[in-house]
Structure formats: C-alpha cells, structure tokens
C-alpha cells in the first residue's frame, strides 16, 4: 500500500476560483509528479519535481502551477479554475532503483468546474 | 514521438481462461516496460517491471513478456477471476519520466 496522499478527493468549484490540490507522500521519495486524465482516457503529465525547489513541466500543457518547498509536499494550485480544467488529477511518487523507476499514484483529486 | 498503443476495445473473457493484452510502442527503445491496474475513479497501482534484456517476468498468476525487435509486450492473467477485471495500462520510461498506454479494460464474467 502506497503512502501517498491526496485531498480533497472531490471538489466542485465555481469558475474564477482559486483551488489548491494538495498531495503528500510519507515514504521519502524525492521524485513526484502530477498526471492529468479524463474518463476512461490516458494519463498525461503536466508535472514533476526532482527535489525541493525543483518543479518542470510535463508532457501536457497546463495553466496550474505547483511547489516543492518540502520533499514531502506537492500541491498544485489553478489560480482562476475554467470549466476546461475539469478532470481527474492523480499525483504521484517514485524512488529511482537500480529495477526501475516505480511510480506510486494517490487516489486521485476530481475537479468539476461549473 | 513516442506512441504506446494499447487495444482500444475491451476485453471479454471468462472466469478461468488466460488474459492476453497487449502493448506496443514506436520511436523509442526503453530500458524497461512496466504495467499498471487501474480500477474506475482510483489511481493506477504497480503491477510488474520488465528489463530490456529479460524476456519474460512472472508474478503469481500475471506474466509479461518482452520483445524488444517487435517492439511489444503482452501481459497475461493465467486462471483470470471476476475480481481481475480491471483497466491494464503499460508504461514505458523516457528520461527518468514514464508515459503510459490508453490503457485496455478487461471484463472477466463468471
């Protein structure tokens, strides 16, 4: 079991809004990431950190923003939340070893903007 | 740019058959492949790694194999149960980042 956690796991938030999503994991790692994915379609990254202080930008194109001020803590945060924005967000982390770079997924953050 | 592709249908199979899914990828030699389940509205949960210079890997009743000419793996469910029935992702890393498939969903009926 992953300890890796996300909240809130559901939000409904009227458009213009600020949100937050934030993510925690527990088990050390320094690698974590946020994936974006619409039902039943691919998860895309829009996210990832190496470290503190470190944040890029994934493969998709996002209007959210993130921080890593403590190894632990990734939120990410949508400054004015758009009807467009509405999706499942996972966050996640790994740990590099010498078998592979596993990836551990939280529950997932659903966001609907009206 | 690199393309994963998984089958788009789902899969139907009976209890106590094997589960074949397959994953294929174009433009790029990853050093490993892994597969993932996901189960609706939850986040996807590691199933199996496989090197580039192993064949086939085992884990229980799941088994990857690994074709780096053909560029391909498939995975297998062998005895499948109702409680299998899930969407299976594969995912290949890229520079220390992993992509994944679209992912195939497999219904497994009693």
């Known amino acids: 079991e992953a300890d890796i956690y996300q909240t809130p796991r559901y939000l409904v938030i009227g458009t213009g809004k600020k949100i937050t999503l934030e993510c925690s994991q527990t088990?050390?790692?320094?690698?974590m990431y946020w994936y974006q994915q619409d039902p039943g379609m691919e998860l895309h990254l829009i996210h990832y950190?190496?470290?503190?202080?470190?944040?890029e930008k994934g493969d998709l194109s996002s209007e959210s923003t993130v921080s890593r001020i403590r190894t632990e803590h990734f939120p990410l945060t949508l400054e004015s939340a758009r009807p467009s924005h509405t999706s499942q967000y996972l966050c996640?982390?790994?740990?590099?070893?010498?078998?592979?770079?596993?990836?551990?997924f939280g529950e997932g953050s659903w966001l609907t903007v009206v | 740019s690199q393309k994963i592709e998984q089958n788009s249908e789902a899969l139907n199979i009976q209890e106590g058959k094997t589960a074949t899914l397959t994953c294929n990828y174009t433009?790029?030699?990853?050093?490993?492949l892994q597969w993932y389940r996901q189960d609706p509205g939850r986040g996807p949960v590691f199933l199996l790694l496989?090197?580039?210079?192993?064949k086939e890997k085992r884990k229980e009743r799941l088994k990857v194999t690994f074709d780096t000419t053909l560029k391909q793996s498939l995975f297998h469910i062998t005895a499948s149960q109702p409680a299998d029935s899930a969407t299976y992702l594969c995912?290949?890393?890229?520079?220390?980042?992993?992509?994944f498939g679209t992912g195939t969903r497999l219904q497994v009926f009693p």
């Open positions: 496989i090197r580039e210079n192993e």
């Open positions: 950190s190496y470290g503190v202080n470190s944040t």
């Open positions: 995912a290949l890393d890229r520079t220390d980042k992993l992509i």
């Open positions: 996640a982390s790994s740990e590099w070893r010498v078998s592979g770079n596993t990836i551990y």
């Open positions: 088990m050390g790692h320094d690698k």
């Open positions: 433009n790029y030699s990853p050093a490993y």
